[in-house]
């Protein structure tokens, strides 16, 4: 794999500059699309609760989860063999379509619709999430990546804050009813026209996104066109990388425990507890406040910083589900009160575990093959995801919500105690990463491929 990358003639500073307004315009469409994201499947999922309909919250997550799981093969490969700004572009289209298909679903509950457009925006973020990804340490240093990573998150974050938070005020809103048929109440129309008019802000963005004049594009990358089968084939070459395969084992882990824990905490508030629909959405809002929070000084470290951090971090986020699960032991007065407090602790303590596992799952794959990790990463966690949505169900049929928090809580403290069992032995084995390269963060990048490692040669040697 040969690649010539484009120099520039442009001076360090005005480089600088450029470089700073493409990580700008890439984590604006991105943040816009993580807002329609939340904003939409909390509105979906409010009123689907509030109409009885349980199972919709774990249908909707198993949707949009699919595309990754069937595509993220494919999208890796778009990544790695395509112009990532042009990728984005298609993508934020894509995302106007599914929005389109969203407000008419909203407006008249078709939950078919709504369901087609969860669909459609999981795959936009399928296609989406390589490119933006990839670029990062395209565009800046491998010692910068976790603190562009921690600053993406706290946009992201504020963004998907808004969106939790909005979907409930947004629904409560009348005062446009007057202008409306009584049967189609103002608050649906409301997030509709909200959710398709940001969409058109962040394909607005992305035209003006310029290509990186360090992009590494692999000209003569495979076609995976077994799509999920050829994911599942690099799945099984990650134990040729421990400390690569652990950490997407990790984050897809707290991809399936972080999305069952918003379907219970809806649960909760709304159905249990007996919050409004604002009162509720306040509830996800402080889980992201505080991963928002705990994403800053996880920004401080290095690409390697995830050893230290991973089991401490992951019990952090045990323990504060499972308190949270005693919420209805209190009296109604300090029940919200409980809950917010929980939630900003288990927040903090997912911030500082997934910041570290993001950026050494950007920086560690060879330079050809940084899509192709990436797309892994999205199958890996979109599958934590789906195997989430049909745990909610099952906890939904047969038990109450806080039981499910209790019992979420009580396997991630397992969990934690598991990785920090496989960190330990890796930094034991011969396989571990010299932390002295803690000074020199680039040098975690491999030089060569753990899909397509060389051959031997005939006397039996590398």
Same mark, same amino acid.
């Not at 609760?49 to 494919?74: C, T």
């Not at 995976?224 to 421990?242: E, F, K, N, V």
């Not at 089991?311 to 504060?320: C, I």
């Not at 950026?359 to 990436?374: A, W």
């Given at each position: 794999?040969?690649?010539?990358?484009?120099?520039?003639?442009?001076?360090?500073?005005?480089?600088?500059?450029?470089?700073?307004?493409?990580?700008?315009?890439?984590?604006?469409?991105?943040?816009?699309?993580?807002? /329609?994201?939340?904003?939409?499947?909390?509105?979906?999922?409010?009123?689907?609760?509030?109409?009885?309909?349980?199972?919709?919250?774990?249908?909707?997550?198993?949707?949009?989860?699919?595309?990754?799981?069937?595509?993220?093969?494919?999208a890796?490969?778009?990544?790695?063999?395509?112009?990532k700004?042009?990728?984005?572009v298609?993508?934020?289209?894509?995302?106007?379509?599914?929005?389109?298909?969203?407000?008419?679903?909203?407006i008249?509950?078709?939950?078919?619709?709504?369901?087609?457009?969860?669909?459609?925006?999981?795959?936009?973020?399928?296609?989406?999430?390589?490119?933006?990804?990839?670029?990062?340490?395209?565009?800046?240093?491998?010692?910068?990546?976790?603190?562009?990573?921690?600053?993406?998150?706290?946009?992201?974050?504020?963004?998907?804050?808004?969106?939790?938070?909005?979907?409930?005020?947004?629904?409560?809103?009348?005062?446009?009813?007057?202008?409306?048929?009584?049967?189609?109440?103002?608050?649906?129309?409301?997030?509709?026209?909200?959710?398709?008019?940001?969409?058109?802000?962040?394909?607005?963005?992305?035209?003006?996104?310029?290509?990186? #004049?360090?992009?590494?594009?692999?000209?003569?990358?495979?076609?995976?066109?077994?799509?999920?089968?050829?994911?599942?084939?690099?799945?099984?070459?990650?134990?040729?990388?421990?400390?690569?395969?652990?950490?997407?084992?990790?984050?897809?882990?707290?991809?399936?425990i972080?999305?069952?824990?918003?379907?219970?905490?809806?649960d909760?508030?709304?159905?249990?507890l007996?919050?409004?629909?604002?009162?509720?959405?306040?509830?996800?809002?402080?889980?992201?406040?505080?991963?928002c929070?705990?994403?800053?000084?996880?920004?401080?470290?290095?690409?390697?910083?995830?050893?230290?951090?991973?089991?401490?971090?992951?019990?952090?986020?045990?323990?504060?589900?499972?308190?949270?699960?005693?919420?209805?032991?209190?009296?109604?007065?300090?029940?919200?009160?409980?809950?917010?407090?929980?939630?900003?602790?288990?927040?903090?303590?997912g911030?500082?575990?997934?910041?570290?596992?993001?950026?050494?799952?950007?920086?560690?794959?060879?330079?050809?093959?940084?899509?192709?990790?990436?797309?892994?990463?999205?199958?890996?966690?979109?599958?934590?995801?789906?195997?989430?949505?049909?745990l909610? /169900?099952?906890?939904?049929?047969?038990?109450?919500?806080?039981?499910?928090?209790?019992?979420?809580?009580?396997?991630?403290?397992?969990?934690?105690?598991?990785?920090?069992?496989?960190?330990?032995?890796?930094?034991?084995?011969?396989?571990?990463?010299?932390?002295?390269?803690?000074?020199?963060?680039?040098?975690?990048?491999?030089?060569?491929?753990?899909? /397509? #490692? #060389?051959?031997?040669?005939?006397?039996?040697?590398?």
């Amino acid at each position: 794999m040969k690649s010539t990358p484009v120099q520039s003639a442009a001076t360090p500073l005005n480089q600088k500059a450029g470089q700073g307004r493409r990580l700008f315009l890439m984590g604006s469409t991105y943040a816009l699309g993580t807002f /329609n994201d939340n904003f939409f499947k909390q509105a979906a999922g409010l009123l689907a609760l509030s109409f009885g309909f349980k199972e919709i919250q774990g249908e909707a997550g198993m949707v949009f989860a699919m595309p990754f799981v069937l595509f993220s093969a494919w999208a890796g490969w778009l990544a790695d063999r395509l112009p990532k700004s042009s990728i984005v572009v298609w993508a934020k289209a894509l995302e106007v379509l599914a929005m389109c298909f969203g407000a008419y679903g909203l407006i008249t509950l078709n939950w078919q619709f709504i369901l087609a457009m969860v669909g459609t925006m999981g795959l936009q973020s399928t296609i989406f999430s390589p490119a933006l990804n990839g670029s990062i340490p395209e565009t800046v240093s491998s010692a910068a990546v976790p603190k562009v990573n921690a600053a993406l998150k706290l946009a992201t974050t504020l963004t998907i804050l808004a969106g939790i938070a909005l979907a409930g005020v947004g629904l409560d809103q009348v005062w446009g009813q007057p202008l409306l048929p009584e049967s189609i109440p103002f608050g649906r129309v409301f997030v509709a026209g909200i959710a398709l008019l940001v969409a058109l802000l962040g394909l607005a963005a992305a035209l003006f996104i310029s290509p990186s #004049p360090m992009a590494d594009v692999s000209r003569h990358a495979k076609f995976p066109w077994a799509g999920p089968l050829d994911s599942l084939r690099d799945c099984a070459r990650l134990p040729q990388d421990p400390s690569l395969g652990l950490t997407l084992l990790a984050e897809a882990y707290f991809y399936l425990i972080s999305s069952l824990a918003v379907f219970l905490i809806n649960d909760l508030g709304k159905t249990e507890l007996h919050f409004s629909f604002t009162q509720t959405s306040l509830l996800p809002l402080a889980l992201m406040l505080g991963l928002c929070a705990g994403s800053m000084p996880a920004g401080r470290g290095s690409p390697l910083s995830w050893h230290k951090l991973l089991m401490p971090a992951g019990m952090g986020m045990g323990v504060g589900l499972l308190l949270s699960g005693l919420a209805p032991w209190f009296s109604p007065a300090v029940r919200l009160y409980w809950l917010v407090a929980v939630y900003l602790f288990t927040g903090f303590a997912g911030g500082l575990y997934l910041i570290p596992l993001t950026s050494f799952i950007q920086v560690r794959p060879c330079r050809f093959e940084k899509g192709r990790v990436l797309g892994l990463s999205g199958f890996m966690s979109f599958t934590g995801i789906i195997i989430s949505g049909s745990l909610y /169900n099952l906890i939904a049929e047969h038990a109450l919500a806080s039981t499910g928090l209790i019992l979420a809580g009580t396997a991630s403290l397992g969990f934690a105690l598991l990785l920090g069992l496989c960190v330990s032995r890796i930094q034991k084995s011969r396989l571990r990463i010299d932390p002295s390269l803690k000074s020199n963060p680039a040098a975690v990048t491999l030089s060569t491929s753990i899909f /397509n #490692p #060389p051959k031997p040669d005939h006397k039996g040697s590398l």
